[in-house]
Nanobody, 121 residues
Framework: QVQLVEAGGGLVQPGGSLSLSCAAS????????MGWFRQPPGQELEFQAA????????NYPDFVKGRFTISRDNAKNTVYLQMNSLNPEDTAVYYC??????????????WGQGTQVTVSS
C-alpha cells in the first residue's frame, strides 16, 4: 500500500523556519515527481512546490519563491520542504503528493495525511 507520511509540522513564531519531510513507501519513488501543497483554515488547497523525479527541475508559485525550498533524497525515498521567513498566513495543513510527470501535468496520484503548521507568536 502506497504511503506518504509527512513530519516536521508544529508551532513556530513569525519570522521563524520549519523543515517538513515526507517519507514514501510502497511505490517507485525515484520515478515520481513530488510536490507540497497546503490548505489554510477554511480555504482551498494551494500548490507550494514541486520537484522532478531527478531533482533537476523545481517549480514554485510566486508567493513562496525565495522563502521555501523543495529537495529530495531518492536514496531515502524522502522529499523535504524548507520554509523560512514564515508568517501567520503560512498557517495551514501541509500535504505532500506524488505523481508521475506531475510537475508538467498537474496530476498527483498519491497524497499524504498532512501535517499542521501554525505560525503564531
Amino acid at each position: 500500500q502506497v504511503q506518504l507520511v509527512e513530519a516536521g509540522g508544529g508551532l513556530v513564531q513569525p519570522g521563524g523556519s520549519l523543515s517538513l519531510s515526507c517519507a514514501a513507501s510502497a511505490f517507485s519513488f525515484i520515478i515520481y515527481d513530488m510536490g507540497w501543497f497546503r490548505q489554510p483554515p477554511g480555504q482551498e488547497l494551494e500548490f507550494q512546490a514541486a520537484i522532478s523525479w531527478s531533482g533537476r527541475i523545481t517549480n514554485y508559485p510566486d508567493f513562496v519563491k525565495g522563502r521555501f525550498t523543495i529537495s529530495r533524497d531518492n536514496a531515502k525515498n524522502t522529499v523535504y520542504l524548507q520554509m523560512n521567513s514564515l508568517n501567520p498566513e503560512d498557517t495551514a495543513v501541509y500535504y505532500c503528493a506524488a505523481g508521475h510527470r506531475a510537475i508538467y501535468s498537474g496530476n498527483w496520484n498519491y497524497w499524504g495525511q498532512g501535517t499542521q503548521v501554525t505560525v503564531s507568536s
